[in-house]
T-cell receptor, first 116, second 113 residues
Framework: AQKVTQAQTEISVVEKEDVTLDCVYE???????LFWYKQPPSGELVFLIR??????QNEISGRYSWNFQKSTSSFNFTITASQVVDSAVYFC?????????????FGTGTRLTVIP | KAGVTQTPRYLIKTRGQQVTLSCSPI?????VSWYQQTPGQGLQFLFE???????NKGNFPGRFSGRQFSNSRSEMNVSTLELGDSALYLC????????????FGQGTRLTVV
């Protein structure tokens, strides 16, 4: 069964600090997709990144970077030089490829607060 | 390009009533998934529709149902509402199958009193 663990419930950092959000997943599938979403107070889940299981290259997008390591089943997310606007709940998610349907298993989320 | 539109944004219903929520996906997207978000259970998958067919269903009672129309718009219905159904219901739109980037609407916040 698919499972996503985000052990950090809440993190607070001071503006301009770097912060890493952890995500560990479990799956028996060899082909799967991992995602990160951001949920600001408005409630909408904002797509940040998708990574398939065959692509272990790290990715950087502006102040955001992702470290995917299959050996440890982790897909961690780092925000460099955090800003107040980064304050939100961040979710890591894993796809369920068995059915062909596009449904996701979400972690419990990490609430990030950036203090000015 | 218009995003995912969910209506209404807020609803207050009484126990025992039924409710219908609507989701209009991004133009060209054929997959619509529904999720329930509560403080206790987090984000849970309800069901997914693709080309008017339900492809997968989460672990929810039969009171939760949905459908998709030929224009890909989707509705979900909850009958005989219970207090525990109070939640944020999120709809996600994606192009097609597994692994597609899913784009979410702002959700419908349902309160059952």
């Amino acid at each position: 069964a698919q499972k996503v663990t985000q052990a950090q419930t809440e993190i607070s950092v001071v503006e301009k600090e770097d912060v890493t959000l952890d995500c560990v997943y479990e799956t028996r599938d060899t082909t799967y997709y991992l995602f990160w979403y951001k949920q600001p107070p408005s409630g909408e889940l904002v797509f940040l990144i998708r990574r398939n299981s065959f692509d272990e290259q790290n990715e950087i997008s502006g102040r955001y970077s992702w470290n995917f390591q299959k050996s440890t089943s982790s897909f961690n997310f780092t925000i460099t030089a955090s800003q107040v606007v980064d304050s939100a709940v961040y979710f890591c998610a894993l796809s369920d490829p068995q059915t062909g349907a596009n449904n996701l298993f979400f972690g419990t989320g990490t609430r990030l607060t950036v203090i000015p | 390009k218009a995003g995912v539109t969910q209506t209404p944004r807020y609803l207050i219903k009484t126990r025992g009533q039924q409710v219908t929520l609507s989701c209009s996906p991004i133009s060209g997207h054929r997959s619509v998934s529904w999720y329930q978000q509560t403080p206790g259970q987090g984000l849970q998958f309800l069901f997914e529709y693709f080309s008017e067919t339900q492809r997968n269903k989460g672990n929810f009672p039969g009171r939760f149902s949905g459908r998709q129309f030929s224009n890909s718009r989707s509705e979900m219905n909850v009958s005989t509402l219970e207090l525990g159904d109070s939640a944020l219901y999120l709809c996600a739109s994606s192009l097609d199958g597994t692994g597609s980037e899913a784009f979410f609407g702002q959700g419908t916040r349902l309160t059952v009193v």
